[in-house]
Nanobody, 117 residues
Framework: QVQLVESGGGLVQAGGSLRLSCAGSGSIFSIFAMGWYRQAPGKQRELVAT???????NYKDSVKGRFTISLENYKNTVYLQMNSLKPEDTAVYYCNLVVGVAFHTYWGQGTQVTVSS
């Protein structure tokens, strides 16, 4: 059983910062990648940032230069440092974990990020 527990969401003014954390537990034997996705009301879930076990990163264009993803392999924990937040960053942010050669995928329960103008 694999569990992902997110923390760090909240309410912040435009221009502010938040740091999201996601800790994985359970039968995690081989991380392929971890990442963050978000879903705003009435919109589809979209990729925000991903990072592989080897450290390769991928970002949504609109967050490049503002968000930074990092991974602590030995703790099965992924972080998302979000700076210069904008109201359009408001969404529920979900942690994602891909493991093993079969690329099994797991999701966290989501954490709300609200950016006020």
């Amino acid at each position: 059983q694999v569990q992902l527990v997110e923390s760090g969401g909240g309410l912040v003014q435009a221009g502010g910062s938040l740091r999201l954390s996601c800790a994985g537990s359970g039968s995690i034997f081989s991380i392929f990648a971890m990442g963050w996705y978000r879903q705003a009301p009435g919109k589809q879930r979209e990729l925000v940032a991903t990072i592989t076990k080897g450290g390769s990163t991928n970002y949504k264009d609109s967050v490049k230069g503002r968000f930074t993803i990092s991974l602590e392999n030995y703790k099965n924990t992924v972080y998302l440092q979000m700076n210069s937040l904008k109201p359009e960053d408001t969404a529920v942010y979900y942690c994602n974990l891909v493991v093993g050669v079969a690329f099994h995928t797991y999701w966290g329960q989501g954490t709300q990020v609200t950016v006020s103008s």
